[in-house]
């Protein structure tokens, strides 16, 4: 087989496992807490969804472990960044970070779906554009709803996942 053959050849099955990679939802995030507690397990389950590890990072209070779709490094305009992390107080966290507005009122719209409800019980109020939420349905998970704004003053958003929380 000639080389350019085989470059064809493997260019297209790359895009053909983008193509048919699943669509990652509010929902994804919500199913991965049943079985991730590790982060080898959260980069497995988001794997389908064409998503590759890209980074460790040691903060003072935790650990994340940064997901991009397969190569790429960055959430453009459009993309979303995953994220797992382990807290020093043992919970577990994960969050998407986009620019994409499309992508956000669709989880928006999942929100709902799962009813989630807003709350002001038991949060750290002092965030700024934040929001929190939390549903009869998954008792276990607090929603944190924000956005920031990057260095080029457009709204980043940030929706992060909080379980299985450790007791006092």
């Given amino acids: 087989m000639n080389k350019s053959l085989y470059l064809a050849l493997i260019l297209l099955i790359v895009t053909s496992v983008n193509t048919f990679a699943q669509t990652i939802e509010l929902k994804t995030i919500l199913d991965a807490t049943k079985t991730c507690d590790t982060p080898s397990k959260f980069s497995e389950f988001i794997t389908p969804y064409g998503f590759c590890f890209n980074e460790k990072k040691v903060m003072p209070t935790f650990t994340y ?57 038991n949060v750290d109020l002092s965030r700024k554009n934040a929001k929190w939420f939390i549903s009869e349905n998954y008792p276990e998970i607090l929603i944190l709803w924000e956005y920031n704004m990057d260095e080029n003053n457009k709204k980043v958003w940030h929706i992060g996942f909080i379980w299985n929380t450790p007791e006092n």
């Fill in 65 to 121: 472990y940064t997901h991009f779709k397969c190569g790429l490094t960055d959430i453009g305009q459009k993309e979303i960044r995953v994220n797992f992390s382990l807290s020093n107080d043992g919970s577990l966290n994960s969050s998407f970070l986009t620019r994409n507005n499309d992508m956000v009122s669709s989880f928006e719209k999942e929100l709902t779906k799962y009813h989630f409800k807003e709350t002001q019980q």
